[in-house]
């Protein structure tokens, strides 16, 4: 039922409109407030705040349609909201804090952000340099992030800092909530990417930007193992939605290749090309058996750190074998900008970077070998 409504709700209220989007380089708000109506945004959250408590299943199921919509800055606008922010407060909010919060980021009211990224710290969170100093009844934050998804029309920020000095390692991290207009608090300027153009994305600047201390998410200096944990759920997002746009590239180029003649026949008579599209479809139904099984397994409490590591580097690397592939049977039009495939190359390319580089998960993998 979640899929055939996500699938509808693509149909009718993205894909009519994201090319425009595109251009913007931002998902206009009210979209997200009808995905909130319609209850896309709380799959996982509490049913008091108004969300379905469902499992990581659930979000498997929406990571993977997002991706099938062929619009991947769309896709991760939302993505970062429900599964890479918003989890932060779930999982170490008070009560106050999420009763304050969490109605609004269900509904689409108020759109979030997660800020761990700087410039030299991406999968290194113990190389982050932005730090909050204690004083009296706030923490002074300075430092900055950068590659922050919904960073310029974002509303709600989780932001990573050191709390013990620049120089102490992971064990000093802490997490905090800002918000839009906090004094001190800035976006230094959008950040234009190859690909996910509809995604805004940014620097963020903190300058003696004063926290109240009611805003300190989780315990002081355990905010390392709260990022830790959710960038388990991170990449088995980004691995399903990795999944859904190698599907629907596949379809895409079905489609044309069945229609398109050249030499008297069409691009599907050639073996060569039907037999290439045929074993990328088997290679994307194995990746998708790893994804929902790992996930299961997950849902029945099971330690899945070295799977999710593959199921980020399968997917990643996958995906973009898919749309060169793809783009090349498309031919010239598949390098024009009216063409599908071309802006679903660019959006690919980025799953074998974002949520841990392949390297970084080829290393988790290669830890739990021996």
């Known amino acids: 039922m979640l899929r055939d409504a996500l699938r509808r709700f693509v149909a009718k209220e993205i894909e009519p409109f994201a090319q425009q989007w595109e251009s913007d380089g931002f ?56 599964d890479m922010a918003s989890p932060h407060l779930q999982h170490a909010g008070n009560r106050a804090q999420l009763d304050r919060l969490m109605p609004d980021l269900v509904a689409g ?38 590659f922050i998804t919904n ?45 996910w153009l509809s995604s805004d994305t940014a620097e963020l600047v903190f300058e003696d ?38 599907s629907k590239a596949i379809e895409i180029t079905l489609d044309y290749v069945t229609q398109r003649m050249a030499f008297g026949q069409t691009l599907w008579e050639k073996q060569a090309i039907r037999q290439k599209l045929a074993m990328l479809l088997a290679k994307v139904e194995a990746a998708r058996q790893l994804i929902y099984n790992t996930a299961w397994r997950d849902t029945q409490g099971h330690s899945v750190v070295a799977e999710v590591s593959m199921v980020k580097a399968l997917c990643g690397e996958l995906v973009n074998e898919v749309m060169y592939a793809c783009q090349q049977f498309h031919g010239g039009f598949g390098y024009m900008r009216e063409a599908p495939i071309e802006r679903m190359v660019r959006d690919a390319r980025v799953q074998s970077i974002g949520g841990g580089a392949t390297e970084v998960m080829l290393e988790e993998i290669a830890k739990r070998m021996v």
């Open 27 to 82: 998902v206009p708000r009210e979209v997200l407030r009808k995905m909130g109506d319609q209850g896309f945004l709380g799959i996982r959250q509490a049913e008091q705040y108004g969300g379905a408590a469902m499992n990581v299943l659930g979000t498997i199921v929406l990571a993977e349609e997002l991706g099938r919509s062929s619009f991947g800055g769309f896709a991760i606008t939302v993505l970062v909201h429900t």
């Open 209 to 246: 930007c004063r926290v109240p201390v009611e805003n300190l998410l989780g315990e002081e200096n355990k905010g390392f193992y709260s990022l830790v944990r959710n960038l388990q759920n991170e990449r088995l997002t980004l691995g399903a939605q990795a999944l859904g746009e190698a």
């Open 151 to 195: 960073g310029v029309h974002g509303d709600v920020y989780f932001v990573a800092a050191k709390t013990g000095g620049a120089g102490r390692g992971h064990h000093a991290i802490s997490m905090f909530i800002l918000e839009k207009g906090m004094p001190g608090f800035s976006v230094a300027r959008p950040l234009h990417k190859q690909g």
């Open 109 to 146: 009211r108020k759109i979030a952000a997660v800020a761990m990224t700087e410039a030299g710290a991406g999968s290194d969170l113990a190389g982050m340099r932005t730090t909050a100093r204690l004083d009296g009844d706030h923490y002074i934050l300075n430092g900055a992030k950068m």
